[in-house]
């Protein structure tokens, strides 16, 4: 059991609390359990929501529960290098998503039961004794001061108080947390409300997802695993949720999808409300909004659950450092600076795919088929949409990153750095974040980092944990002469796929973060002054042994800022 005594960041019997048992809130917890936290999750409910949701899990949300070391255990319960496709009426093609590449480690599609996920994660907590789950609990307020945040607790044992170092609300769209604070909830909200039904024993059986854009009545049918099938079907004015619940109306819903012969074992059935919002700040002193209490948005590409997911690895490193003394308090700030302008791009995305799909005009839809048709004869313009190269990716240009020494253009630094299958000497193949491990990384291509790096620079980095990594072909990996030390991993490119990203890049060394963006990135020659760079950037405690005031190079490039 952690004592927080061994936090010097925390005054407070709990680290972190986390207010909703969602997938944001449990991912989360998972997370800063691995890092060591004592975390509690308060869920107002009994037990895990059961409602239908989320059904696509992209490859950065399939790589943050390989962090959380869940990636073997949520795997059976998705569908990997899920087919999505927009057809007309006529069940004609419109636009087809499948691509093939996985330069993140997993399948950039994935079809997923999210109840099923969402136990992955609960039962994952039990692996920590300093975290746990408490249901039946409501967060009815809570007080900040320079020391923690003091919570006021309703259970079925009566009123209690919790305190904590920090507080994360993952408690929904309609988050308490968030209205507690004040924050405004800016966007917008759809017309018209979608009617979701999930059906056991799939009478179709056919795989992928498919988005038919019919102006009558626009509507998706999707398999997911475990003999599921998902349908979803746009309401009309005067079509409530008591209409929507009446049998004879789901009915008259499935009876053209599916023949009337067909047995249809309905499990779950909800009517939702798509929204385009998002707080007008993610943090408030020592409290955090993560997942759909910090930003919602239509279904269409698969985005909410993802992006909340995204949230929690991004807070989670950051949380560590500054509860485990390594960082100062104004790298929490970076949570909100560096999440922000990605989920904005992801709403705007995924309202827009929804409005073209929910065009319930007949002059209009087919205006929509004409404009996806023409796509379709321009080769580059059909691979962008096959290969899903309109999907925002996270570019960071400010936040826990330094642009010291780099000089690609673009530059590497804020983006997501790719996931190989590499081999190390104690391993023939295993995906390069397993090898790296679940904290920082200073990445050195054909050289041992050791030794291009000054004594300062390497004090700092043991000092914060980071691991040395030196990559080289596979062909290179057992030469003994020149070995690197003992310290130092050796990492064999086995494909060539960190070759090719070495060759399109002038940087040789990368400081990858725990969520794996790329935190600084320098030729050899500048790899100690981007180490000291970075240090600044999170806001390092000053150095009490070899000297961490070495001066920082006034030669930053043009528009990079440190």
Known sequence: MSNYLDHPGSSAPIDVAVVGAGPSGLMLANLLGAHGLRVRVFEA????????????????????FQAAGLADEVLPHTVPHQLLVFVDAKQRDLARLAPPTAEFGWPRRNGFVQPLADRVLLDGLSRFDPVDVVFSSRVTGFTQDDGGVELEIESPDGPRTERASYVVGADGGGSAIRKALGLAFEGSTAAANWFVIDIRNDPLGRPGAYVCADPERPYVSISIPHGIRRFEFMLKDGETEDVAMNGEFVRRLIEPLIPATAKVDIIRRRVYTHHSRMASHFRSGRVFLIGDAAHVMPVWQGQGYNSGIRDSLNLSWKLAMVLKGQAGDRLLDS?????RDHVRAMIDLSTRVGRAVSITNRAGAAARNAFFRSLSGVPKAKSYIVTMRFKPMPTM??????????????SPVGRLFIQPTVTTRAAASIKLDDALGPWFSLIAWNNDPAAVLDDDAKWQLARAGVRLVAARPSS?????????????????????????????????????RPDRIVGGASPAYAASDMVRAFALAVGAPAATAPSFTAPVPDHVPAGRPA
């Open 476 to 512: 290179q990996l057992h030469w003994n002469e020149r070995d690197p030390d003992a310290s130092v991993l050796v990492v064999g490119d086995v494909d060539g796929s960190l070759k090719r990203w070495f060759d399109t890049h002038s940087e040789s060394v990368l400081l990858v």
């Open 45 to 64: 409910g009994a037990q895990l929501i059961d409602f239908p949701r989320g059904v696509g899990m992209d490859d950065e949300t399939l790589r943050t």
């Open 335 to 339: 949570y909100e600076s560096e999440r």
């Open 397 to 410: 240009q400010t936040g826990a990153l330094t642009r010291i020494g780099s000089t690609s253009d673009p």
